[in-house]
């Protein structure tokens, strides 16, 4: 079977925040109904609704419910959602339309996560057996991750600070970026640590936002918009949850979606990383071969914004907007889940010539 | 346009209150070992693994799908974690089944299941709050409406306690095993939140199942017979809102004629030889029958009390016992679809409902909003 040619032809996110004002289904609100205006079409084009979220984060069982409201669900709509980060979501509703029946899905991803105190909450995304009893948080996990790679010898943590100081420099332009800077890498890496090798620049903020797509079939796409952005591959691979039965320094499962994505169908311009800490950015570099003329998360990345449950989401957005905007032809989009890129995603974006 | 795909294995576990023998990682392994056993396959022929799940909260493990990744085989390749209340199990096979669908995997596991004895379940149904009336309490207004508006009488939940009690009497997997249930002690049992009785109600449970969905090659080389997926829907709808009929929402009525449509089925009552409907009260399984046009209006109630849903009926309502007999809220839509089209593989048993060619399966949950089914049949038309 052929695969249905699907593109985006619409997107938006809210601005990453440390503490939004508003609750999750009206941040997904605001996202989804500028994707929808964007994209030149009626809610009711909408064939399969696919959103992206965590009950965790706002911390009450059934906590994507409520965003449902955000989707226009009346008269009752086709819909499904992943507890996971939005670019699953769009991964499904990709699927959904290689069925041939529908030719317009939204997709949304969210997170409010100022709510919670990460270091309580990300132990219990742990092994509860093992792993959750020992509290490693996120920049924990990280650093181990980072520790090991500076370990490897094949990187410093001065290069480190330079990816930081590199992202909060691109997030300048950003409108929706949560942290930015104009330091220089030596001035970076002078602060303490916060969990050694790691730096407060080397980590990702914890934002609140929404980010939304809308995607249809090539065909459907064209009468649309001027501009539609294809996706020309997306694969995603789990890699097995014990840190220490992995080598943290490598991502395979990076490289293996990269691979049936097509990545190797042709250099890309632009790649968008989910590097949720500095040295992420280095290993997922070397996973996909990207040589220095690619151009690295020029948004910013998540180091400048992380709304959690829609960062793997954004970077897709900010992949498609530099398509759309023409300054790259070919893009990749990388999204991850869980912890130490336990489980990743790659997208291949191109622009319809 | 889409490819056939079919379900060519099924497993689950033995249910029950709690199964402290094993662990999270165990207990799905249980379902998955015997689903690929079923198939004739091995976990290195899975090209996929998708897994469904309720909320988090009941065992306190964020994204547990992470950590099981090793027990489930699914490291190297890709996993998706389904949520959609209590549909999710019927949500989980329909996503698997889109995959193969599409065209771009030949074999998926998909795996769905709820450890309940992990954590208190009642405290996540109120939202991780204390005090909350359950899902008990959210359905027991749309019952007694449902009854005013249908003037069924009041014994007609408690047939329906007792049949699915009796089915299960037929299904070694189940978790409530009540041989001398009768109609006298479903009401006599404490009144839990009016009409509701104990006996009319599920129980909660730790369990799994599985299954592996196969494209057209897959089937035909299975070593059992398949069932050939002719049909799937979901449909949701906001949780509340002046105007919206909780009784018979119209996400049910939508979802239903979508199915029908797909299957080419105008009469469904008498195309239909077996349904599993998730029925966790008893009073669901008129409300169901009505809430997809399988019955006319009021005439649900009249099903039940013909005997046309027990197992020798003319419409057979969960052969297997239902959510009533066995709920690790996870999986019991899983198991609704799972049990439906293991009636047209002829594989189930004792609670095979003679000569069944065409099954229902249908699952629900939020606040009655969220709706996911499948029609199977033997045959691929």
Same mark, same amino acid.
Not at chain 1, 60 to 63: H, R, T
Not at chain 2, 170 to 175: D, I, L, Q, V
């Given at each position: 079977m052929a695969p249905v040619d699907v593109a985006l032809i619409g997107w938006a996110q809210t601005p990453s925040v440390a503490?939004?004002?508003?609750a999750e289904p009206q941040l997904c609100m605001q996202a989804n109904l500028a994707a929808v205006a964007k994209a030149g079409i009626?809610?009711?084009?909408?064939g399969f609704t696919c959103s992206g979220s965590c009950d965790y984060l706002t911390g009450?069982?059934?906590?994507f419910v409520q965003n449902l409201d955000a989707a226009g669900a009346w008269p009752p709509i086709a819909e499904s959602h992943v507890e996971m980060d939005g670019a699953w979501a769009l991964y499904e509703a990709w699927t959904r339309l290689q069925?041939?029946?529908?030719?317009v899905a939204l997709v949304y991803g969210s997170g409010k996560?100022?709510?919670?105190d990460p270091v309580q909450l990300?132990?219990?995304?742990?092994?509860?057996?093992?792993?959750?009893p020992l509290g490693l948080d996120p920049a924990s996990i990280g650093a181990l991750q980072a520790r090991a790679l500076l370990d490897s010898g094949r990187a410093s943590e001065d290069q480190f600070a330079e990816v930081a100081a590199r992202s909060r420099r691109s997030a300048?332009?950003?409108?929706?970026?949560?942290v930015r800077g104009d330091e220089d890498a030596a001035d970076l890496a002078k602060a303490d640590y916060v969990r050694a090798p790691l730096r407060a620049h080397d980590i990702a903020p914890v934002s609140d936002g929404a980010a939304a797509i809308v995607l249809a079939t090539a065909e459907r796409a064209r009468g649309l918009v001027e501009r539609p952005v294809l996706i020309r591959g997306i694969e995603h691979r789990l890699e097995i949850h014990q840190?220490?039965?992995?080598?943290?320094?490598?991502s395979p499962s990076t490289a293996a979606a990269a691979q049936g994505a097509g990545l190797g169908g042709g250099r890309v311009d632009v790649a968008e990383l989910?590097?949720?800490?500095?040295?992420q950015e280095l290993i997922l570099r070397d996973a996909l071969g990207l040589d220095d003329s690619v151009d690295v998360n020029?948004?910013?990345g998540p180091l400048t914004a992380n709304p959690v449950m829609a960062t793997g989401l954004v970077r897709i957005i900010e992949a498609a907007q530099r398509i759309a905007d023409g300054t790259a032809g070919r893009a990749l989009a990388h999204a991850t889940n869980g912890q130490g890129l336990q489980h990743n995603l790659v997208a291949i974006l191109e622009g319809v010539s | 346009m889409a490819e056939p795909a079919a379900i060519i294995g099924f497993g689950q576990t033995k249910h029950?209150?709690?199964?402290?023998?094993?662990s999270m990682p165990g207990l799905c392994r249980e379902a998955a070992t015997r689903a690929l056993e079923d198939a004739g396959?091995?976990?290195?022929?899975?090209d996929a693994v998708v897994i469904g799940k309720a909320p988090d909260a009941f065992e306190g493990v964020m994204q547990p799908e992470l950590f099981l990744a090793d027990a489930l085989g699914s490291a190297g390749k890709p996993m998706i974690r389904v949520h959609t209340a209590g549909s999710v199990g019927g949500s989980t096979v329909i996503v698997a089944a889109h995959l193969v669908e599409a065209g771009i995997h030949a074999r998926v596991l998909a795996v769905a299941w709820e450890k309940q004895s992990e954590g208190n379940a009642q405290w996540g149904l109120a939202g991780g709050r204390s005090g909350g009336i359950g899902a008990g309490g959210a359905f027991a207004p749309f019952i007694r409406s449902y009854i005013e508006r249908t003037n069924?009488?009041?014994y007609i939940g408690w047939q329906v306690a007792v049949k699915d009690r009796l089915n299960a009497l037929? +299904? =070694?997997?189940?978790?409530l095993r009540l041989p001398d249930i009768s109609l006298e002690k479903v009401k006599e049992s404490?009144?839990?939140?009016d009409p509701i009785h104990f006996l009319e109600s599920c129980p909660s449970s730790d369990g799994a199942a599985a299954v592996v969905i196969g494209n057209a090659d897959e089937a035909r080389k299975a070593p059992r017979p398949p069932a050939w997926i002719i049909a799937s829907a979901v449909r949701s709808e906001p949780t509340q809102f002046p105007?919206?009929?909780?009784?018979?929402p119209q996400a049910g009525v939508d979802c239903a004629h979508d199915l029908y449509r797909q299957a080419g089925i105008t009469n469904p009552a008498q195309e239909i030889d077996a349904a599993e409907l998730y029925v966790p009260?008893?009073?669901y399984e008129p409300m169901w029958l009505e809430g997809h046009d399988i019955a006319g209006p009021g005439e649900g109630w009249k099903m039940v009390d013909r005997g046309?849903?027990?197992?020798?009926?003319s419409f057979p309502v +969960? =052969?297997?016992?239902g959510v009533l007999s066995s709920n690790p809220i996870g999986a019991s839509g899983m198991l609704r679809l799972a049990e439906a089209a293991n009636q047209v593989r002829g594989q189930?048993?004792?609670h095979q409902v003679e000569g069944a060619r065409i099954a229902l399966g249908q699952a629900y949950g939020g606040n009655a909003q969220y709706f996911s089914m499948a029609i199977f049949s033997s045959t691929l038309p």
């Open positions: 503490r939004a004002s508003i009626e809610r009711k084009d909408i009450g069982p059934f906590a069925l041939g029946d529908i030719d996560s100022s709510p919670s990300y132990p219990q995304q742990l092994d509860p057996y093992y792993l959750a300048r332009s950003n409108p929706n970026a949560h840190p220490g039965m992995r080598d943290l320094t490598r989910c590097a949720l800490f500095s040295p020029p948004s910013g | 029950a209150k709690a199964r402290a023998d094993l396959l091995d976990w290195k022929d899975i069924a009488p009041e037929k +299904n =070694p997997y189940a978790h404490p009144m839990l939140w105007g919206r009929d909780a009784v018979r009260f008893s009073w046309d849903t027990e197992l020798t009926g +969960n =052969p297997s016992g189930a048993g004792e």
